[in-house]
């Protein structure tokens, strides 16, 4: 029974784990922390409320697509096209809204829709027609580009002006609701915990990750205490004119996608099935899934996180334009999925390493500006921590597989 | 003899001009490890992937305990409770040892997996098999040995109460104590009741595990004795010549 186990006992399962090749998302949360301390004594800056802020809403788009492209990754699989997904679903917001007069709950759900379909034809074609992914992604990132250049005409860009759309990216949560918030979730994630652990016990199952979860929870609520008191605190320059606190609109926003993206993949059949098809395919037919659909939908779901992502490129731009999704964004957005520890291989990893990631990937972009450093260096020191993660990952692969 | 819970009766199976199985006899009985034996080619992969429902004969019967049925699909076979093991085990090595048992069959609450139901029950499969290598039923089939690999795909294959198991060469990539463990897995499910039907290539594990012998020579079935009533000699004999004295 849990109870029985100590904590030494469990840190040693976790480690042997950890040797055994399911490293997970340690090297990413290692990383953060030593790019944090780094940037945070080098810069006066990175580490003000303000910054903490800025932060997450340059990261959060980036965040969004690379939740999405853990579908795909899983499935060893890869969507090339989502950055531009982004770009083409966020115009057809902004033109159903500005032009079409549609009021954002509509038009909303209707980008995210075109996203899901266009996500239908690239899984198709890889599912149906077995055209490898990186082809048809490639395709379709060509063709996705023109698309966008003929939605929003070229050079041209298209102002949006819809007020919730513009406060998902440029408004916060008010300070009670703020601190609301973070004790809602605090709640949820602990109550959903011990329902789970309470369930094995009563099932009669040994847990020894029991000790090793509380302490888990313990730094996570520390964590998010932390962070919600840095971001009710007042940032504004001149708080007379405009204040500035709370948690960003856009935190929610992200919250929901993990909670549900996480529920799919780890507590549904669906979810074991993607890990399945990705770990091996030909034991998945075997087995009876239909693997076919199961490829299909982790594509829809891709282009449909693409597409939400592309709302808050909008929001946070207040228009689109002919690149919105385009230049880096895709790359990042791969870059934050495995430096949180997704696989390229398949079969591993989780929505929330994209998070994580993608938090490494904006505290490199964020922190070398505020330092000074020109784009280029940024784009080099990024390149080298993918780089590095991606010999994780391999590494990591073959200590798995030669035990 | 009992009678057979599966016979097959004159079964052809032909892939364009190449008749594979030509008019192949077959039995397994309950309780019993009845080895499929016979050279490269001799037809005994083409054979069981007609009884697992992969190929569908174009002639001959299939009797399941007593009963006349047809096979015409993987599903099918499953319904009847017979179960393929094959030599690659077609096991996630990413899933834990849990999943890759249920993988395909998880077991729901509302949209849920049940976690909980599955993971006792496929401790009690696993206890049941007398398997205590295993060090947690939640580790990732990734970490195990070969034997214990082997393990899992067969108690996948018994977790539905299935009534014949196939395994396909389960000894061929083992090592020795690994071997001497899953024959005795294999000797176990059939005192358990199982009809057990073992392709194997090596006439050791053979003799050691089954209770009677089926040699495939050229796609026709040479011979199927007993083990008691045969020696190895006569055995290689069948299996190169096709001929039983």
């Given amino acids: 029974m849990s109870q029985d186990l100590n904590i030494k006992q469990s840190a040693t399962d976790w480690w042997s784990k950890v040797k055994a090749g399911q490293v997970g998302a340690l090297p990413a949360l290692l990383g953060l922390f030593v790019l944090c301390i780094v940037f945070g004594t080098q810069s006066s800056v990175f580490l003000t409320p303000g910054n903490l802020a800025n932060l997450l809403t340059q990261a959060a788009a980036v965040i969004v697509i690379a939740m999405g492209l853990v579908f795909v990754l899983l499935l060893g699989e890869i969507d090339l096209s989502a950055g531009y997904a982004a770009g083409v679903c966020g115009a057809l917001l902004v033109i159903m809204i500005t032009e079409m007069d549609y009021p954002w709950y509509l038009a909303f759900p209707i980008s995210v829709l075109a996203g899901v379909l266009l996500g239908a034809v690239i899984g198709y074609l890889v599912a149906q027609l077995k055209i490898p992914s990186f082809v048809v992604t490639l395709a379709t990132f060509l063709a996705f580009q023109g698309l966008l250049l003929l939605l929003v005409g070229e050079g041209g860009t298209i102002r949006i002006e819809d007020p919730v759309i513009l406060a998902v990216e440029n408004k916060n949560l008010s300070v009670s609701y703020s601190w609301i918030f973070f004790l809602l979730t605090a709640g949820a994630y602990l109550l959903s915990g011990l329902l789970k652990f309470r369930k094995r016990k009563k099932a009669g199952l040994v847990d020894n990750l029991f000790k090793l979860w509380v302490i888990k929870t313990f730094v996570l609520i520390a964590i998010g205490t932390l962070a919600t008191w840095a971001l009710t605190v007042e940032r504004s320059n001149n708080p007379d004119l405009v204040s500035l606190r709370g948690i960003p609109y856009v935190v929610p926003v992200i919250l929901v996608l993990l909670v549900g993206a996480t529920f799919v993949l780890s507590r549904t059949s669906f979810g074991l099935h993607i890990y399945a098809v990705g770990g091996n395919a030909e034991a998945a037919r075997r087995a009876g899934i239909n693997v076919k659909m199961v490829r299909i939908t982790a594509f829809m779901i891709c282009t449909g996180f693409a597409a939400v992502a592309g709302m808050i490129f909008v929001s946070r731009a207040n228009s689109i334009s002919p690149t919105t999704g385009g230049s880096s964004t895709l790359l990042y957005a791969v870059g934050a999925a495995v430096i949180g520890g997704t696989s390229l291989f398949g079969g591993k990893g989780k929505v929330s390493d994209a998070i994580l990631g993608g938090l490494v990937v904006a505290v490199i972009d964020n922190g070398m500006a505020l330092l000074g450093y020109p784009a280029g260096i940024k784009f080099m020191v990024t390149g080298a921590v993918l780089l590095i993660s991606a010999t994780i990952d391999a590494v990591s692969r073959r200590g798995a597989s030669t035990t | ?245």
């Fill in chain 2, 1 to 245: 003899m009992a009678s057979p819970i599966l016979s097959l009766k004159r079964v052809n199976k032909s892939f364009g001009p190449v008749h594979v199985l030509k008019d192949v006899d077959f039995s397994a009985y309950a309780g019993k490890v009845t080895a499929l034996v016979g050279d490269n080619g001799a037809g005994k992969s083409t054979l069981i992937k007609c009884i697992a429902g992969i190929y569908t004969p174009e002639t001959g019967e299939f009797i399941f305990e007593g009963n006349p049925v047809t096979i015409s699909g993987p599903r099918d076979a499953t319904a009847l409770g017979i179960e393929i093991v094959y030599q690659d085990l077609a096991l996630c090595d990413n899933l834990d040892i849990v999943h890759n048992m249920f993988l395909g069959r998880e077991e729901i609450s509302g949209i849920t997996l049940n976690e909980s139901s599955m993971e006792s029950l496929a401790k009690k499969t696993l206890d049941g098999l007398t398997v205590r290598t295993v060090k947690s039923i939640r580790q990732k089939v990734a970490s195990l040995s070969g034997g214990q690999r082997q393990t899992v795909a067969i108690a996948r294959a018994v977790l539905w109460n299935s009534k014949v198991v196939i395994l396909d060469e389960p000894t061929a990539a083992l090592g020795v104590a690994q071997t001497e463990q899953v024959l005795k897995l294999v000797r176990q499910l059939a005192d358990n009741g199982l009809a057990v039907i073992v392709i194997s290539h090596n006439l050791n594990d053979v003799f050691q595990v089954a209770d009677n012998i089926a040699a495939m020579y050229l796609g026709s079935m040479a011979a199927q004795v007993e083990k008691n009533s045969v020696t190895q000699n006569d055995v290689v004999r069948l299996i190169t010549t096709g001929a039983q004295k």
